[in-house]
């Protein structure tokens, strides 16, 4: 079992940039391959990026060149930097830990891009 306690989230001028934290605990990320994911209101809930347990990374086209997923295994965290945030990045950023047939997720934390 593992549990992910998503940080880091807040208000933030287009522009800016923010960096999620998202810290596990109850097993070592190491087996696990990570996630980030959001939800805006109204929508369905979206890849960001992953991270394979090899640290291979996958973006979606939406955020390609601004944010970086990163993992410190030795921190059991992983990390999401954004930059040069927009307005419609604006909603709810969920991790995630993911083997098969293991499928975990935070809470969640509030992202909202606005001046």
């Known amino acids: 079992q593992v549990q992910l306690v998503e940080s880091g989230g807040g208000l933030v001028q287009p522009g800016g940039s923010l960096r999620l934290s998202c810290a596990a605990s109850g097993s070592t ?3 696990y391959n990570m996630g980030w994911y959001r939800q805006a209101p109204g929508k369905q809930r979206e890849l960001v990026a992953t991270i394979t347990r090899n640290s291979n990374t996958n973006y979606a086209d ?5 944010f970086t997923i990163s993992r410190d295994n030795a921190k ?3 990390y999401l930097q954004m930059n040069s945030l927009k ?15 293991m499928d975990y997720w935070g809470k969640g934390t509030l992202v909202t891009v606005s001046s």
Do not use: H
């Open 29 to 31: 990320i190491t087996i």
């Open 87 to 101: 307005p419609e990045d604006t909603a709810v950023y969920y991790c995630n830990a993911r083997v098969y047939p």
């Open 62 to 66: 939406s955020v390609k060149g601004r």
């Open 76 to 78: 059991n965290t992983v």
